[in-house]
């Protein structure tokens, strides 16, 4: 009989590093014991004695006799880890799994857990405001939020994409530019930062993202029309997928500057915030900034992260890309930022501290 109370473990919170990693292709049913035992409500180890309880404790016990990979259940997980390592599962084709109904559960289960994570996903949808500073004001950015769903988590803003915003006007911009340089954003989600890019440098903002995301994303462009013309800037949003980094749309990008033969082709500067939580995306990402960057020397590319234990492999592997394209690092520092999002060590709702690092990289 597994402890029954969250009480009964000591109060270390588990890590995600115990949790079967998605990298290491787990069997169906361990992926599926694992979210059973995520259970946020009161979970199957709990005071519930059901059959169900049991036949999880079971499976659990089972697979600890093994391998030792694998921990007992957590009292507490650190939730922040966990909200990436359950978004990691959804984003994973799960393609070592041959049967469709199996994926479907697998994804059904994930989801569940991240619903039950949000306290902001049972609230109806909601819009917030963000004090932003500019180089002589602060002006507010109003940012819709729908109800999260699912995989969506460009539905939210994130806590380094608000550092970044703050930040943008400490970062010199290229000389020599039109007033309305053009700048992109990759993974821009609900659109603060390119919003914020608009406002604070008087700059011609692409705000991408998937197709799912790009309906909320213009809709905070539209939001926060005047904002952004009082800085002199304008912004649209189109879609960019980084696994088809070829297909942004070509009427939105214009046509002169973004001639591929043109010198003055691509975007003198990319900005993106939280944009690595999978393994495929320090690849993705860094293939889509060396098609869509400024071959010049005062090109930049803007990036804040959070700084996730869980996702240390994918900054040191964006890292490296990055270097392998010809790109360096200018300046560099950490911050820390604050998300609402998941739950905190007491397993309550609300915020927490979010460790972020922001890098200006350069061509070498
Ligand atoms: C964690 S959210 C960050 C959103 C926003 N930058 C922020 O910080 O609030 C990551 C964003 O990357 C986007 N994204 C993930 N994979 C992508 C891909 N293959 N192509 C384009 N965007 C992607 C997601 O849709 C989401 O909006």
Known sequence: MPSTSF???????????????IHTKPAPQVLLDTLSLLTSQPPSWDAGDTEEADASANA????????N?????????????????????????LQWIDDDATKEEIWEQVSLRLSER????????????????????????????PTL?????????????????KRLHTIPTPSGLTPDFPVLELGSGTGLVG????????????????????????????????????????????????????????????????????????????????????????????????RWLRQS?????????????AYSPEIKDFKERMQDIGLHILDQSEEVGYDDWGWNNSGRSGQQKVNCWWSIWGWQ
């Open 195 to 290: 919003i914020a890019a608009a406002a604070v440098w008087g700059a011609s903002v692409t705000l991408t993202d998937l197709p799912e995301i790009v309906p909320n994303l213009s809709r905070n462009i539209d939001a926060n029309q005047a904002t952004i013309q009082a800085g002199g800037g304008s912004a649209s949003a189109a879609v960019l997928d980084w696994s088809m980094s070829d297909e942004i749309s070509p009427f939105t990008l214009g046509s002169s500057p973004f001639d591929a033969n043109s010198s003055s082709a691509g975007f003198p500067i990319i900005l993106a915030a939280d944009s690595l939580y999978s393994p495929e995306h320090p690849r993705l990402f860094v293939q889509t900034i060396k």
């Open 69 to 93: 990979a694998f921990r007992p259940p957590p009292a507490r997980v650190d939730e922040a880890g966990l909200t990436r390592y359950l978004t990691n599962i959804i984003g994973s084709d």
């Open 149 to 165: 769903t699912a995989d969506n988590l460009g539905l939210k803003t994130w806590a380094s994409s608000y550092m970044l915003a």
């Open 60 to 67: 659990l016990a089972k697979r600890r006799r093994r391998s």
């Open 118 to 145: 949000s306290g902001r996903n049972a609230m109806p949808a909601m819009s917030r405001s963000f004090r932003v500073p500019t180089a002589e004001r602060d002006v507010k950015i109003t940012i819709h939020e």
């Open 7 to 21: 009480e009964d473990h000591d109060d270390a919170p588990i890590h995600v590093f115990d949790l079967p990693q």
């Open 297 to 309: 020397a005062d090109a930049r590319v803007i990036v804040e992260l959070p700084l996730r234990e």
